[in-house]
């Protein structure tokens, strides 16, 4: 009996697989990086897994290369970049100095870290979620999990680390972060972000005086980056409520959102 052919896989569809791949082995050599010492060295490797990890998604929407594989390999690089190598950094940099209590942080994140990407996942086919709750992730995402958890030793780059790489400081950041990515904040989500056209060239003007500034002085852009982006918590609660609200009272007057409403509500 002849089997049947298999349909071949365009290599185009292979490519956002391939750059998982790419910022799985970045973030396992950030771990490598940190047990060598070379601390700016295994930060950037965690850089680079978060920029892959932003492309390969939209590359796979672009080229209709998405799969079910591909999502489940993305998640599971997830967890690996910046659910396990960030704490391991942070435990060779100084946890190790608080012996069981720092191996517990570890693992505490790491836990914590798998539960959130497990909830997001699972959100993903949540039929009834509001239009516009798509403008919002629940907790914090990993990517910028791992770039807060990572902060105090960015920081140790530029001001020292007398302050900076003490172990207890370290540990209740480690918490803080932790808890966050478990939490049920409501945190700004840029997928959804619609621009208008008078609103393109000083978004790509904004972008290329980040990359800019990132090639130049990149801890303490990546600093100025990761304090707004917790400036920013207040404001999306705040955004999420009164969108939850108003939702609320058209439910009870009767006047259900439309399509145009949600597009309006992403838009705010």
Same mark, same amino acid.
């Given at each position: 009996?002849?089997? $049947?052919?298999?349909?071949?896989?365009?290599?185009?569809?292979?490519?956002?697989? @391939?750059?998982?791949?790419?910022?799985?082995?970045?973030?396992? #050599?950030?771990?490598?990086?940190?047990?060598?010492?070379?601390?700016?060295?295994?930060?950037?490797?965690?850089?680079?897994?978060?920029?892959?990890?932003?492309?390969?998604?939209?590359?796979?929407?672009? @080229?209709?290369?998405?799969?079910?594989?591909?999502?489940?390999?993305?998640?599971?690089?997830?967890?690996?970049?910046?659910?396990? &190598?960030?704490?391991? @950094?942070?435990?060779?940099? #100084?946890?190790?100095?608080?012996?069981?209590?720092?191996?517990?942080?570890?693992?505490?994140?790491?836990?914590?870290?798998?539960?959130?990407?497990?909830?997001?996942?699972?959100? =993903?086919?949540?039929?009834?979620?509001?239009?516009?709750?798509?403008?919002?992730?629940?907790?914090?995402?990993? $990517?910028?999990?791992?770039?807060?958890?990572?902060?105090?030793?960015?920081?140790?780059?530029?001001?020292?680390?007398?302050?900076?790489?003490?172990?207890?400081?370290?540990?209740?950041?480690?918490?803080?972060?932790?808890?966050?990515?478990?939490?049920?904040? $409501?945190?700004?989500?840029?997928?959804?972000?619609? !621009? #208008?056209?008078? @609103?393109?060239?000083?978004?790509?003007?904004?972008?290329?005086?980040?990359?800019?500034? *990132?090639?130049?002085?990149?801890?303490?852009? *990546?600093? =100025?980056?990761?304090?707004?982006? !917790? =400036?920013?918590?207040?404001?999306?609660?705040?955004?999420?409520?009164?969108?939850?609200?108003?939702?609320?009272?058209?439910?009870?007057?009767?006047? &259900?959102?439309?399509?145009?409403?949600?597009?309006?509500?992403?838009?705010?």
């Amino acid at each position: 009996m002849q089997r $049947p052919r298999r349909a071949r896989l365009s290599l185009n569809k292979m490519i956002p697989n @391939m750059l998982t791949l790419i910022a799985l082995s970045s973030g396992l #050599t950030a771990i490598r990086f940190a047990y060598e010492a070379r601390w700016e060295h295994a930060v950037l490797a965690i850089l680079v897994a978060a920029v892959l990890d932003g492309l390969d998604g939209r590359i796979a929407r672009l @080229m209709k290369g998405t799969s079910r594989f591909g999502a489940e390999l993305d998640s599971l690089s997830d967890f690996v970049c910046f659910g396990v &190598a960030p704490p391991f @950094m942070l435990y060779f940099w #100084t946890l190790d100095a608080l012996g069981r209590f720092g191996w517990l942080l570890v693992l505490a994140y790491a836990v914590s870290m798998v539960l959130r990407l497990a909830r997001f996942n699972t959100a =993903i086919d949540d039929a009834e979620a509001p239009a516009w709750a798509t403008a919002f992730f629940t907790g914090v995402p990993a $990517p910028a999990g791992a770039g807060l958890i990572l902060l105090p030793m960015i920081l140790s780059f530029q001001v020292g680390e007398t302050v900076m790489r003490n172990p207890e400081f370290v540990a209740a950041f480690v918490v803080v972060v932790a808890a966050l990515l478990v939490s049920r904040l $409501p945190t700004y989500s840029l997928k959804k972000v619609k !621009l #208008t056209p008078s @609103m393109i060239l000083p978004v790509m003007l904004g972008v290329g005086i980040t990359i800019a500034s *990132l090639m130049s002085v990149p801890w303490l852009t *990546l600093s =100025i980056i990761l304090f707004a982006y !917790l =400036i920013s918590f207040p404001f999306s609660y705040r955004t999420y409520r009164a969108m939850e609200r108003r939702l609320g009272a058209r439910a009870r007057t009767g006047d &259900a959102p439309n399509e145009g409403d949600d597009e309006d509500a992403n838009d705010d």
